[in-house]
């Protein structure tokens, strides 16, 4: 079975300050890892994805086979990234489907 | 290219009716998966289906069935509708449906059931 976890449901940060969202997920075999992000009245959009590691409007996150973890992370947090950002995997014998977690609320204030 | 469409954007029914949403794909695309979003859940995976069948399916009662059609565009129906089907429904689409594909969503469709 897979799962993914994001214990914080909501972060609030100072613009300016280091924001990390954590996500851990369990898979016995290796998974595609995924951050998705929505924004107000938005649809929910790919933010970035472990395979293709680049940094994606500030943002980076690193897989972590070791911890389980794939946890994202932006060193100066913008009022703008303030979202809802949801962290999801796909197994390889799952085909499409996309596992998320419970998503973490980033508040971040001016 | 145009996103990922969903109709209706917003219903309501009453127990015990049925209903049928609808999605049509990103063009070129052929998978089409659907997500069940509420706020005790999450985001829930219902199906998928590539090239007009069901490649994979998630934990939901059979009241819960969909279809695609030659055209990739894809219909779920809920029968029998209980208060806890309230939801919104989120499609997304994907070229291939492989687990490397990138998959987009649309803006979904919010079921209220009274």
């Known amino acids: 079975a897979q799962r993914v976890t994001q214990p914080e449901k909501l972060l609030s940060v100072f613009k300016g300050a280091p924001v990390e969202l954590k996500c851990n997920y369990s898979?016995?075999?290796?998974?595609?890892l995924f951050w998705y992000v929505q924004y107000s009245r938005q649809r929910l959009q790919l933010l970035l994805r472990?395979?293709s590691r680049e940094s994606i409007k500030g943002f980076t996150a690193d897989l972590n086979k070791g911890e389980t973890s794939f946890h994202l992370k932006k060193p100066f947090a913008q009022e703008e990234d303030s979202a809802m950002y949801y962290c999801?995997?796909?197994?390889?014998?799952?085909?499409?489907?996309?596992?998320f977690g419970g998503g973490t609320r980033v508040l971040v204030k001016p | 290219k145009a996103g990922v469409t969903q109709t209706p954007r917003y219903l309501i029914k009453t127990r015990g009716q049925q209903v049928t949403l609808s999605c049509s794909p990103i063009?070129?695309?052929?998978?089409v998966s659907w997500y069940q979003q509420t706020p005790g859940q999450g985001l829930q995976f219902l199906f998928e289906?590539?090239?007009?069948?069901?490649?994979n399916k998630g934990n939901f009662p059979g009241r819960f069935s969909g279809r695609q059609f030659s055209n990739s565009r894809s219909e779920m129906n809920v029968s029998t509708l209980e208060l806890g089907d309230s939801a919104l429904y989120l499609c997304?689409?994907?070229?291939?449906?492989?687990?490397?594909?990138?998959?987009?969503f649309g803006p979904g469709t919010r079921l209220t059931v009274l």
């Open positions: 997304a689409s994907s070229w291939s449906g492989l687990s490397t594909d990138t998959q987009y």
């Open positions: 898979y016995s075999g290796s998974p595609e």
């Open positions: 472990h395979i």
């Open positions: 999801a995997l796909k197994g390889q014998a799952a085909g499409n489907k996309l596992t």
């Open positions: 063009s070129g695309h052929r998978s």
């Open positions: 289906y590539f090239s007009e069948t069901q490649r």
